[in-house]
């Protein structure tokens, strides 16, 4: 069972930034596509970026793109989103998810159905 763990939410204010890590057990890291997901109070979990296993290709919303960055490490099983110019609208809960299927459209990296594992989330909270 694969299990994964979130860490470096906090508060910050608008324009700061932050990086959120994701370490991976009980799989095979290097073959998951992996992902990132927000949900705001009130709102349904929404896609963030992903990122796939092999050569690297990412994946953002729009309302993200230029600002965040998803990488991977496959030595230390962990997977990042690096949050710059952070806006009040960014504040979330954001979840981690891998997923194992082993062939993925390039639509299907943006869907919650694309992935089997998630975590149990870390909040972001960006001031104004």
């Known amino acids: 069972q694969v299990q994964l763990v979130e860490s470096g939410g906090g508060l910050v204010q608008t324009g700061g930034s932050l990086r959120l890590s994701c370490a991976a057990s009980?799989?095979?890291?290097?073959?998951?596509?992996m992902g990132w997901f927000r949900q705001a109070p009130g709102k349904e979990r929404e896609f963030v970026a992903a990122?796939?296993?092999?050569?690297?290709?990412?994946y953002y919303a729009d309302s993200v793109k230029g600002r965040f960055t998803i990488s991977r490490d496959n030595a230390k099983v962990t997977v990042y989103l690096q949050m710059n110019s952070l806006k009040p609208e960014d504040t979330a809960v954001y979840y981690c998810?891998?997923?194992?299927?082993?062939?993925?459209?390039?639509?299907?990296?943006?869907?919650?159905?694309?992935?089997?594992?998630w975590g149990q989330g870390t909040q972001v909270t960006v001031s104004s």
């Open positions: 998810a891998a997923g194992s299927r082993p062939y993925y459209s390039s639509t299907a990296y943006y869907r919650q159905s694309g992935y089997d594992y």
């Open positions: 009980g799989g095979t890291f290097s073959r998951y596509a």
């Open positions: 990122i796939n296993w092999s050569r690297g290709s990412t």
